[in-house]
């Protein structure tokens, strides 16, 4: 872990649990069978949802009201998705 993404941590959360992969590619097929395993902490929860893409930005919206005391990552494929949505 970088010591940016380190301090972004302490400031970011009170007990952060970190996760550590070691020897996980993006292929899934290549690590069947190879000993390696990924195991993500029991209080993670992770959800994704299937919606049409005129929908896509209401029903974004209405979860991170409906979560606001919740801390939640979002990942976004490109950084003009991420100036669109910020």
Partial sequence: MTKGIAALADICTSEP???LLQGVSAHKEE???????YEAPAKLMQYYM???PEEKINTFYSFL????K???VVFLSTCKQVRFLY
Wanted: hydrophobic content about 25%; cysteine-free.
């Fill in 70 to 72: 919740q801390k939640i």
């Fill in 50 to 52: 299937i919606v049409s």
């Fill in 31 to 37: 690590n069947v069978g190879s000993g390696s395993h």
């Fill in 17 to 19: 649990e970190k996760l």
């Fill in 65 to 68: 009201k409906s979560h606001q």
